[in-house]
């Protein structure tokens, strides 16, 4: 496995691999007694660009994001490679630490109304007619699946659109006390909240004018949708579940 370079960044040193990073390595990396990421990324520089800038206006604004390092000559990202400070936590563990996750996700979606869209992404609204935007390729999937997908979007198509994380599970949220921080922004994207809901456990209420049925439905569709390139056998499975749950 090829290392990435951290040799813009002075005396940083990769530790070791950190765990998650489905699409992208983590590392754990140290600069003397300080504990940074590395992340590597093949997003596009207008992509990355877009992520970086957002991750600025969130911790202008207080949010808990980890905070990006810059390069020696005060480059952001270096050939997709990111060095961000390393982040204290645990993974949110019960319903109290659950409801202060999705008060957190208000704070972003409230921070974030009318913020562009990232480029080259689109939202599910758009791919009602569109075909393609971030990783969904609705032009590579069986035209039953792509009719499945967009019946389980089109509920969701009234809301204002804003930041949505677009991959809120256990494993991208560290918890410090009453802090919450959400980690790996890769999938973000411009779209209607409530996507950001989908999957937090169904005893913890979500501000979310759907059935949470209907709700989750639309996150397995997103997921069969924009995994379906990347991670076939996974994105195969969550389509499958989604025929099941009689979307059509």
Do not use: K
């Amino acid at each position: 496995m090829t290392l990435p370079s951290v040799t813009p960044w002075h005396g940083v040193d990769l530790v070791e691999p950190l765990p998650g990073g489905a699409r992208n390595r983590v590392f754990l990396a140290r600069r003397g007694g300080r504990r940074l990421v590395v992340r590597t990324s093949t997003r596009a520089p207008d992509a990355l660009r877009w992520e970086l800038d957002l991750l600025d206006h969130l911790a202008a604004a207080g949010f808990p994001v980890p905070v990006p390092v810059p390069s020696d000559d005060g480059r952001r990202q270096v050939d997709g490679v990111m060095v961000t400070d390393f982040v204290a936590g645990r993974p949110p563990r019960d319903v109290d630490d659950w409801r202060r996750v999705v008060e957190t996700l208000e704070t972003l979606h409230e921070l974030t109304v009318g913020w562009p869209q990232r480029p080259g992404f689109a939202s599910s609204r758009e791919l009602l007619t569109a075909d393609r935007g971030g990783d969904v390729r609705l032009d590579t999937m069986p035209p039953d699946g792509v009719r499945a997908v967009r019946a389980a979007w089109r509920p969701l198509a009234a809301d204002r659109e804003c930041v949505v994380h677009g991959d809120v599970g256990a494993g991208n949220i560290l918890v410090d006390g009453s802090r919450m921080t959400l980690l790996d922004w890769d999938e973000s994207r411009v779209d209607v909240p409530w996507f950001d809901f989908a999957f937090v456990p169904e005893d913890v209420e979500v501000p979310v004018p759907v059935g949470r049925s209907v709700l989750v439905t639309a996150g397995i569709a997103w997921e069969a949708a924009t995994c379906w390139v990347p991670e076939p056998e996974y994105a195969a499975r969550r389509l499958a579940e989604l025929h099941t749950r009689g979307a059509v």
